[in-house]
């Protein structure tokens, strides 16, 4: 079975500074999906970024970027230009190709930004 | 328009009773899912359906019982609430199983607290 984990609880940046989130998973799958949700207080969970297993290229949503290295099956996200709106839980998310697809979450990281 | 709405989004209840929870998409999707938040923010998945069939039943006790009358709808029914039931319950779906390459849509969240 996969699993995910993120090793950050919490985590703190200043505003508009850069801030990285790291998450690493264990799979024997070559191809699947990983994702990044960010939860503001709101509850609404807001997918920010996809990256597929098979592009090498690393994708990027505007000021979110992800470092995806497979052979270590590590997935971290960098926040640039960090805002005010960026205060949420963010959850890394593993999604296999087989069977029912479902996602499977790491244990979330609590980001705050200080003004 | 909401994609994936569930009702109600709060729901206080006492130990021993009986509860549902509806969840519907108007994406056309042929997938859904029911996804458990525990008070520590952890995410599981509890079911799945693809086309009103179970192709995902997690260990989840037998007091929880999804229903889809229709690929549109996702209900969870618990029997007997016990306090540890408390948490935050998400529906999603996706277009479907056979289209690997598509994203889950969540709805807001049910946040069912047992007392």
């Known amino acids: 079975a996969q699993t995910v984990t993120q090793s950050q609880p919490e985590m703190s940046v200043q505003e508009a500074e850069t801030v990285t989130l790291s998450c690493t998973y264990d799979?024997?799958?070559?191809?699947?999906?990983l994702f990044w949700y960010k939860q503001p207080p709101s509850r609404q969970m807001i997918l920010v970024i996809r990256?597929?297993?098979?592009?090498?290229q690393n994708a990027t949503e505007n000021r979110f970027s992800v470092n995806f290295q497979k052979a270590a099956k590590s997935f971290s996200l960098k926040i640039s230009d960090s805002q005010l709106g960026d205060a949420a839980m963010y959850f890394c998310?593993?999604?296999?190709?087989?069977?029912?697809?479902?996602?499977?979450f790491g244990q979330g990281t609590r980001l705050t930004i200080n003004p | 328009d909401t994609a994936v709405s569930q009702t109600p989004k709060y729901l206080v209840t006492q130990m021993g009773n009986d509860k549902s929870i509806k969840c519907e998409q108007n994406?056309?999707?042929?997938?859904m899912y029911w996804y458990k938040q525990d008070s520590k923010k952890f995410l599981k998945i509890m079911f799945s359906?693809?086309?009103?069939?179970?192709?995902i039943n997690e260990t989840v006790p037998n007091r929880f019982s999804p229903k889809s009358p229709d690929k549109a709808h996702l209900n969870l029914h618990i029997n007997s609430l016990e306090l540890g039931d408390s948490a935050v319950y998400f529906c999603?779906?996706?277009?479907?199983?056979?289209?690997?390459?598509?994203?889950?849509?969540f709805g807001q969240g049910t946040r069912l607290t047992v007392v």
């Open positions: 999603a779906s996706r277009r479907g199983v056979d289209w690997q390459y598509t994203e889950a849509f």
């Open positions: 799979t024997s799958e070559s191809d699947y999906y």
């Open positions: 990256q597929e297993a098979y592009k090498q």
């Open positions: 998310a593993y999604r296999s190709l087989q069977g029912a697809q479902k996602l499977v």
């Open positions: 994406l056309g999707h042929d997938t």
């Open positions: 359906y693809n086309n009103k069939e179970l192709i």
